[in-house]
């Protein structure tokens, strides 16, 4: 198939550059990018594509792309090794297998033939310990022993650079060290920071810390330029323990930050744990119900009265957060697997920390909430039609952390801070959660209108918690008259996939407003409003003539095969119809049978080597919303759609975090299109878990 060309051309080529390519094998696939410390907006560190998936050699970038510097020397009998990053010197030891679950990334190293190197990057995901999800920390443990049978010295060693305080090196910073509670660490930050503020979307405040165990075999460094730190180790195996107090810019001589850790002679296993992260007290500008906005502070900080103490307690905690990652792990691997085959292992598995790292847990004054940022489309905060893709990873692990993603929403508006008749699209930029008291937001009335009302639904069902209905009834009541305003004939507008356009009559868009509309019968009888039976069958009512309407304005029988039109009129146009999902979601079977049938069919007509077009003004396609139309399409069309995802995240060569839009044909970057990265949205590759027993 000309996917796999494709792909072979592309390790080969890579291989010329990166001679240890051929060697390593990658489990389940390898990714365009691979997640190294991935937990929130601002700790977000992968090994971008053009490495090759080698993990020597090549520096670790953060999501937009600024390098943040991250080095690994391995010294075997007085030889040293490079096991990560770009330093120049030490020659690479020899990568023999990747492999990645939910919450890590596992590398596997040869070195000479002497020791067996594996460097393990986790990246915890707490569904259901807000508390712990809120530290943005992240480990990195590196595993030596003996593959030859022999003892050998061996000593680690590991920096991290001042890049990751800031996307202009120009920048001072400051820095120290310290101990505390066990854990030895260096702290650096930004020297003049701005709250609340991003530079090319870095955090412009916060502490960095890189941390490990103080142990006997423990030395380090602080501040002195990069070559110099590590010539001391490549020398001598051990640092000298000073601190450099001359405080500069990130680029003048590179200040490092440096560990070596000695293991003396090595037989069988031995490992040193290392933690990077931010501590930023506060986390979010949020205007809720309160006259100006308040500052939320970081939900660690009602736990830990200190950074320290924070990064301590994390630090030390790595055995139960292995423990307790390999468990989630193994939910998510068993429960795909179940659902979709290894196929569908593969893509949700590689979903759940570039979903979970759009996240920032916040503490208010009234209660805690979730914020997400709508990565690298345009970093607006709490974008209600990001949230919805992504929604469906959130309802699998913890209905209840969809809750605290929509509370901010109905706080901001129930309050008076929104004027519109429609819900409102985001709360401002990340992460100033601010609004728009003059309701000039990006307008997408029946797209966020349909979403409020279906996740609302979706998130009392599933929790059980059916007064969060009858606690934002006016509002929900409001959005659905203006469904029944707006659904059927839906006007001029922008859905979700505003990159492709505005459009009258859009079909996929009129079924979830029409959806939304039928959802609200059950929203009105279940909340214990009063007249909720009138209410309820009101709105059935309305909906059932509004679907029967849909049938015969948004279908095209006449063509073979027949299918759902991208426009009202226009029968030659095709769209993925995957707003239809909501309708199993929520377990209305509302929309008749065989529209799902029909629409299977069609998709088995039109599917290529890397999937379905999302409509037919573009080449373009959407990984997530593809999944979506996957989960309610007949078994056999659901697993090869499944399948040339696959095909898709192994064989574009994009070689960044995950795209969500691509070129169908391509597996490019959608052409003429945004370049959208690391984008929450990949949640929605859990649509079929999401969906109810
Ligand atoms: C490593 O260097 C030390 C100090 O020079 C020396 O004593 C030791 O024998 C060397 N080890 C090996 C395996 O060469
Ligand atoms: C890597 O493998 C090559 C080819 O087998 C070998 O020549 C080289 O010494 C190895 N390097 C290390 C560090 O193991
Ligand atoms: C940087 O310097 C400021 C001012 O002296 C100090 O408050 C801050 O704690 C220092 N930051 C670090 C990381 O050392
Ligand atoms: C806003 O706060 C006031 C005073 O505590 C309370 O009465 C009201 O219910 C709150 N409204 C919302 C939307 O939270
Ligand atoms: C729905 O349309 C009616 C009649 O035009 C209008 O009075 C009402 O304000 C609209 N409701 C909403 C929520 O847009
Ligand atoms: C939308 O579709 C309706 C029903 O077919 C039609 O009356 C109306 O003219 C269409 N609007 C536009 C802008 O095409
Ligand atoms: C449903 O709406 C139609 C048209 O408005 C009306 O004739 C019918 O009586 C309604 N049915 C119910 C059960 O309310
Ligand atoms: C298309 O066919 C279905 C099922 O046969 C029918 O219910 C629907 O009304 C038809 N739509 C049009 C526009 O003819």
Redesign the pocket.
């Known amino acids: 198939m000309a996917t796999r060309n494709l792909l072979i051309t592309a390790l080969s080529v890579l291989g010329a550059v990166a001679p240890a390519a051929s060697t390593s094998t990658f489990s389940p696939l390898r990714p365009p990018a691979i997640p190294l410390a991935v937990r929130s907006p601002y700790l977000s560190t992968w090994l971008n594509g053009d490495s090759g998936g080698i993990l020597p050699g090549s520096w670790p970038h953060f999501w937009a792309d600024e390098i943040t510097g991250w080095q690994g020397f391995i010294r075997v009998d007085n030889v040293t090794y490079n096991w990560m990053g770009g330093a120049p010197g030490p020659s690479p030891v020899n990568q023999t297998s990747f492999e990645y679950t939910s919450t890590k990334s596992i590398f596997t190293f040869d070195v000479d033939g002497k020791v067996t190197l594996t460097a393990t990057f986790l990246s915890p995901i707490h569904p259901n310990d807000l508390v712990r999800q809120s530290m943005q920390f992240s480990y990195l443990q590196a595993a030596v022993e003996s593959s030859d049978g022999a003892a050998h010295d061996v000593q680690i060693y590991s920096d991290v650079s001042g890049e990751w305080a800031s996307s202009d090196a120009s920048n001072t910073i400051n820095w120290s060290n310290g101990l505390n509670d066990g854990v030895a660490y260096h702290k650096f930050a930004l020297s003049q920071p701005t709250v609340f503020s991003e530079e090319s979307d870095m955090a412009k405040w916060g502490d960095w810390y890189f941390a490990t165990d103080a142990n006997s075999g423990v030395t380090y460094r602080t501040g002195y330029p990069d070559t110099d730190t590590r010539t001391q180790f490549i020398n001598n195996g051990r640092l000298d323990n000073q601190i450099d107090a001359s405080y500069r810019a990130i680029s003048d001589s590179w200040p490092v930050f440096a560990f070596a850790q000695d293991f003396g002679s090595v037989l069988t296993e031995e490992d040193v744990v290392f933690t990077i992260g931010l501590a930023q007290e506060q986390v979010i500008n949020f205007q809720g119900n309160s006259t100006n906005p308040e500052a939320l502070t970081a939900l660690w900080s009602t736990v830990y009265s200190s950074a320290e103490d924070c990064l301590a307690a994390f630090h030390n905690n790595w055995d139960v957060e292995m423990h307790d990652a390999s468990i989630l792990d193994s939910k998510i691997h068993n429960d795909a697997y179940d659902a979709g085959g290894q196929n569908y292992v593969s893509l949700t598995t590689l979903a759940v920390r570039q979903a979970f790292g759009s996240l920032q847990v916040a503490h208010g004054t009234r209660q805690n909430y979730i914020f997400l940022k709508e990565i690298s489309s345009d970093g607006d905060i709490q974008t209600v039609d990001v949230i919805f893709p992504a929604h469906p990873i959130f309802l699998y692990l913890n209905p209840e952390m969809l809750r605290l993603l929509l509370d901010p929403l109905y706080e901001n508006q129930e309050s008076g801070h929104y004027p519109n008749p429609w819900s409102i699209h985001d709360l401002g930029f990340f992460p100033n959660a601010v609004g728009y008291p003059n309701g000039n937001d990006e307008a997408m009335p029946v797209e966020e209108c349909g979403n409020m009302i279906i996740m609302t639904l979706a998130y009392a069902l599933r929790s059980g918690n059916h007064g969060y209905l009858m606690q934002h009834w006016p509002l929900l009541d409001q959005w659905a008259q203006f469904l029944v305003n707006d659904s059927l004939i839906p006007d001029y507008q922008l859905s979700t996939d505003d990159f492709a356009g505005a459009l009258a009559n859009q079909t996929n868009l009129a079924l979830k407003g029409i959806i939304g509309v039928r959802a609200m019968a059950e929203v009105a009888g279940l909340s214990g409003i009063v007249n909720a039976n009138q209410i309820s069958t009101q709105y059935l009512n309305t909906s059932t003539q509004y679907i029967n309407k849909w ?2 304005l948004g ?1 095209n ?1 006449a063509s073979n095969p ?1 299918h759902t039109t991208l426009a009202y009129n226009e029968p030659d146009s095709h769209g993925l119809l995957y707003n239809i999902y909501a309708d199993k979601l929520l377990g209305l079977n509302f929309v ?1 049978e ?1 529209v799902y049938s029909m629409q299977s069919n069609f998709y088995s007509t039109i599917l290529g080597d890397f999937g379905l077009p999302l409509d037919t003004r573009h080449d373009w396609a959407k990984s997530d919303w593809q999944v979506f139309a996957a989960a309610v399409a007949k078994t056999d069309v659901q697993d090869a759609m499944l399948e040339r995802l696959v095909n898709f995240v192994e064989g574009t060569p994009t070689t960044r975090p995950l795209t969500d839009l691509y070129d169908v044909t391509t597996g490019e970057f959608a052409t003429g299109g945004p370049t959208f990265i690391n984008r929450p949205v990949v949640g929605g590759f859990f649509a079929l878990l999401a969906l109810p027993n």
């Open positions: 049938t015969t279908v029988n027949p008749p065989w």
